[in-house]
């Protein structure tokens, strides 16, 4: 895996929805992997505003570009949708 970014804490919220995420994935067969996993956590954080475009590194530029095309697909959407629906009312 690349060193996407500089000093940055991940928030268990984050990191569990990404886990979710790439765990569904991989049951609907579309093939994820950590490298994956990690360009769409970092494109979280950047759209939670836990992360700076000064705290990214080239690779990681490249990884959020993948990331922000790759949130068009439909099952990432539905995947989202099914994490958020399965923790109302829970508070990270």
Known sequence: MGNFTE???VPDGQLDLVL????RMNEL???WDEVKASAMLLNI???DGLLHQDQITTEGSMA???AEDYLEDTNVVTVMSQYKASTQGIKN
């Open 7 to 9: 000093g940055v804490q």
């Open 20 to 23: 979710f995420i790439w765990r």
């Open 29 to 31: 067969e579309e093939d």
């Open 45 to 47: 954080l950047y759209r």
């Open 64 to 66: 959020m570009k993948w």
